[in-house]
């Protein structure tokens, strides 16, 4: 159990570049929760070359969605395998309303005491600034911005990671073309998430345009005024 006795669950919901990673992260380490980032998960798998990896790759090179069965099975998975008695912070899953219906029948989401689903919002163009501008490390999974989050060691024309020293790569599906097919599919898919979620009374909305400190502070204080009315505030009554 967490530090306030109850187990918190988070959703991370936002288009391509709006900041869920690098929020969930931050939030993890605050709260003591389970990053479940399903990108990460796949990318890991096609990195690794197992099957799943060969699988999911052309949908994640495409900026396709990987077939909700095979993803709803690894969230069920990772959550056997890991310490989740605090709770966890789902970043990128659900992504459409199938798999949204999938988490809430899920058993271990009906026993969470605490359950807040965060839409953190961008307009396209700055998540086609910020995408483009994106490295990433393959093995720890750290974020970085040229624009903003530079890293510190570079070897020739490759940036290396600050925190393990990996090189830093340029994610697949961060292409330009990628970049905007994503975005469509996002926009396709998220309403009826998002009506899902504002019918249960658990969706609060974040302007994600402002700094990631103030982005998560607005995240943290509403987390804490939720678990302040012990849960039982309107959004989480049902
Ligand atoms: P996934 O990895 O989940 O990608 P995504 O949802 O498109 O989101 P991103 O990771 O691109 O952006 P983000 O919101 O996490 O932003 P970040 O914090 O990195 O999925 C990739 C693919 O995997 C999918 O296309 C699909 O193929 C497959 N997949 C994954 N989940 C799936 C599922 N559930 N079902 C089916 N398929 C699935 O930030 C972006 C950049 O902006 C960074 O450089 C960061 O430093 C910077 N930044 C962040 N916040 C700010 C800020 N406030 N101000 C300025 N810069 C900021």
Do not use: W
């Not at 509403?222 to 012990?230: C, L, M």
């Amino acid at each position: 159990m967490s530090r306030f006795g109850k187990k918190l669950n988070i959703v991370l919901l936002g288009p391509p570049g709006a900041g869920k990673g690098t929020q969930a992260k931050s939030l993890a380490h605050k709260y003591q929760l389970l990053h479940i980032s399903t990108g990460d998960i796949l990318r890991e798998a096609v990195r690794q070359n197992t099957k799943l990896g060969r699988e999911a790759q052309s949908y994640i090179r495409k900026g396709e969605l990987v077939p909700d069965e095979v993803v709803f099975n690894l969230v069920k998975e990772y959550l056997t395998q890991r310490d989740c008695e605090n709770g966890a912070i789902f970043d990128g899953f659900p992504r459409n309303i199938n798999q949204a219906k999938m988490l809430q029948n899920l058993e271990y989401i009906k026993q969470s005491d605490c359950f807040i689903v965060f839409l953190i919002d961008i307009p396209e163009q700055e998540a086609i600034r910020r995408l483009s501008n994106r490295r990433y490390c393959p093995k720890c999974k750290s974020i970085y911005n040229l624009l903003d989050k530079m890293p510190q060691k570079h070897v020739g024309d490759s940036y290396l990671c600050d925190k393990c020293g990996e090189r830093l790569v340029i994610r697949d599906d961060d292409k330009p073309e990628t970049i905007k097919h994503r975005l469509h599919i996002y926009h396709k898919e998220i309403g009826p998430v998002i009506d899902f979620y504002k019918d249960l009374s658990l969706l609060y909305n974040i302007d994600g345009i402002r700094g990631k400190e103030a982005v998560f502070n607005e995240l943290v204080n509403t987390v804490d005024e939720i678990i302040a009315k012990d849960c039982k505030n309107d959004r989480n009554k049902k």
